[in-house]
């Protein structure tokens, strides 16, 4: 049996992994004399759709944090809890289409195109768009006919209108996954990337657009959250109108005389496994604002607490997810971008990259940097994105779980990629019931600090779960040695963070003064940290010359 194996981990959701992982089994590099000549050009092509996933991830999930900023300026913390709550829905809906069922949809269309089985691979894609269309269909029956219980179960009725437009997403997702997966299991990653990059970019300026018209319109905050979720569809439909379009230009013709091998249970069975694994595994950063969504509003409420007093709160806590996704990004993205730099590295310098995995420590590294620069400085970062202060101490809590999402993702994708998806998805699981059973304990003696807690301690149960699995599959060295100097330059950011605030409130206030501040307190701290790091040896010679840029760490380190 011919076997080909692919295995690709996506984030978007969430950065589960931003650089796709393929694991090639030698049968399909020596089958036919028509691959003999073609491993290396094989080979490269799967390293270039790599780099473009990952462009286009980056591009979309820094899109993702940003438009929030603006968003909430428009529409106040009320109008931004109101989108808020509803958003996890879009976040799951994205992981579908994106992450999960592409996957493991690319996989079987691989197999029979290695095969030369062109009209299994057209079967294949007919049985799974079969299957996703019902499914797509019950999500959207099931929300549009309860989203009057499901806002009850927010604890807020105003968003059923909400809910029952952002039903429609689930019709949009099965066309598209199947797309996605049509052309990566061809090894062509463009489609998905410039679908990726199009629907954020219509979806940001839709909700922008059309949010900003709703208000000169005098329309209230809930009609411009009816406006946000009708620029996500927008969004949807442009990520479908551009696979169309790449599905007319490059249709293949059918082989005449081949028998489909597509099995429809088969199919169904792998779709159902592997899809939703994936889809589980890429949903960590959609699932914890969704226990949010469900169990915030409810559980202030029952201390005594005012609907409207929860929502404005609920809208103060919401500011941190954009701290989070945007750090999260810089984090996962950056230690997941240098696989392809340690790949390369091994066949020359053995197994030095591997056992002291460098993806891991550079994302403790960024993970450590951002949670300390954000704690302290989120006093000004509050004022300069969201207009005042108000929450710094809530965001302030919520910025420590920076550290343990960017582990947390990481091992995350690492597991993937060495085909660990189960363990992956079980992280997934504990931080949701972790995040539940904190939530039910933290929030009423605590209130907005108790959510912020819970979260933070929902992301450190997943980070430290995936850990211990992590170190059963591969070899941890020298982890006390690594996190001195790290734990060091922390620390020596912090003091000099700390003297900066200092001397800078003594000065002027307002936000114009809050956004200097916050802008010189990032390169203030960014500038002791990465000298701290280079100078305790963080990363080694041969690390950094694998490195971009690598010059400019040998001088920072004294090197030649």
Partial sequence: MLRYNIERSHGNGTIGGFLGRWRMSPAWLSVGKRHEGGRKSDMGNVWKGAAVLTVAALLTKLLSALYRIPYQNMVGDVGFYIY?????????????????????????????????????????????????????????????????????????????????????????????????????????????????????????????????????????????????????????????LILLFYSAKRRRKKTAGRTPTASFLHVGRHLLTVGTIVCLTNMALTLIPLVDSFLFVPLLHETGASLDEVKWLKGVYDRGQPLIQLGTVVGTSLSLALVPFISSAQRSQGTIFTQGLLPFRFAAVIGVGASLGLICLIRPINTMLFENDRGSLVLAVLSASVFFTTMAL???????????????????????????????????????????????????????????????????????????????????????????????????????????????????????????????????????????????FRLLSGSR
């Fill in 84 to 240: 808020q709550q509803v958003y996890p829905i879009y976040g799951i809906v994205v992981a579908m289409s994106l992450a999960g069922y592409p996957v493991a949809i690319s996989k079987l269309i691989a197999e029979r195109f290695v095969e030369g089985d062109v009209a299994g691979a057209a079967a294949v894609r007919r049985i799974a768009l079969l299957l996703l269309s019902a499914l797509g269909v019950m999500l959207f029956a099931g929300l549009y006919a309860g989203a009057e219980t499901v806002a009850s179960w927010m604890g807020d009725g105003r968003l059923e209108p909400l809910l029952r437009l952002l039903s429609f997403s689930f019709l949009f997702f099965p066309l598209i996954a199947v797309l996605r997966g049509y052309f990566q299991g061809q090894h062509d990653m463009m489609p998905t990337a410039v679908s990726q990059v199009g629907e954020q970019f219509v979806r940001v300026t839709a909700i922008l657009g059309l949010s900003y018209w709703a208000i000169r319109r005098g329309a209230d905050v809930y009609s411009c959250g009816m406006a946000a979720i009708a620029g996500t569809l927008g969004g949807m439909a442009a990520a479908l």
């Fill in 410 to 552: 990481t091992s995350s994708a690492m597991l993937q990629g060495m085909g660990k998806e189960w363990a992956a998805a079980a992280g997934v699981a504990v931080a949701v019931a972790g995040k539940m059973a904190l939530m039910h304990w933290l929030v009423p003696p605590f209130g907005v600090l108790g959510a912020a807690l819970a979260t933070t301690g929902a992301y450190t149960l997943m980070a430290c779960f995936l850990y211990v699995c992590l170190r059963r599959e591969c070899q941890l060295t020298n982890i006390q040695k690594y996190a001195y100097p790290i734990v060091k330059a922390g620390v020596a950011m912090v003091v000099v963070l700390q003297l900066y605030m200092w001397l800078m409130d003594a000065a002027a206030g307002g936000r114009l003064w809050a956004t200097a501040e916050a802008l010189g307190g990032v390169a203030v701290g960014a500038i002791v940290y990465i000298v701290c790091i280079v100078k305790g040896n963080v990363f080694s010679e041969e690390e950094l010359s694998a490195l971009p840029l690598a010059n400019k």
